[in-house]
Nanobody, 121 residues
């Protein structure tokens, strides 16, 4: 069984910063892509940032230059450093990973439970 557990969300003022973490645990053989999605109230879930197994990042235009995604493969953890936060960044942030377990024949898609980020004065 695999779990993705996010942490680091909270309430922050506009212009502030937060750092999200997502740790994967369980019978993991290998992790490929690790991603952060977000879903604002009344909107569809959108991709915010992705990072490949080799560490190459890509960002949505809305967060480019403000957010930084990174990963620690030894800890099976992905991070999202969020700077210069805006009210429109308010959303539930979800961690997503494509990985292979010791008991699976293929690559599965796994999700965390989400962590709330609220940007408000």
């Amino acid at each position: 069984q695999v779990q993705l557990v996010e942490s680091g969300g909270g309430l922050v003022q506009p212009g502030g910063r937060l750092r999200l973490s997502c740790a994967a645990s369980g019978s993991i053989f290998s992790i490929y892509g690790m991603n952060w999605y977000r879903q604002a109230p009344g909107k569809q879930r959108e991709l915010a940032a992705v990072i490949s197994s080799g560490g190459s990042p890509r960002y949505a235009d809305s967060v480019k230059g403000r957010f930084t995604i990174s990963r620690d493969n030894a800890k099976n953890t992905v991070y999202l450093q969020m700077n210069s936060l805006k009210p429109e960044d308010t959303a539930v942030y979800y961690c997503n990973a494509q990985l292979r377990t010791h008991s699976s024949a293929g690559i599965g898609d796994y999700w965390g439970q989400g962590t709330q980020v609220t940007v408000s004065s």
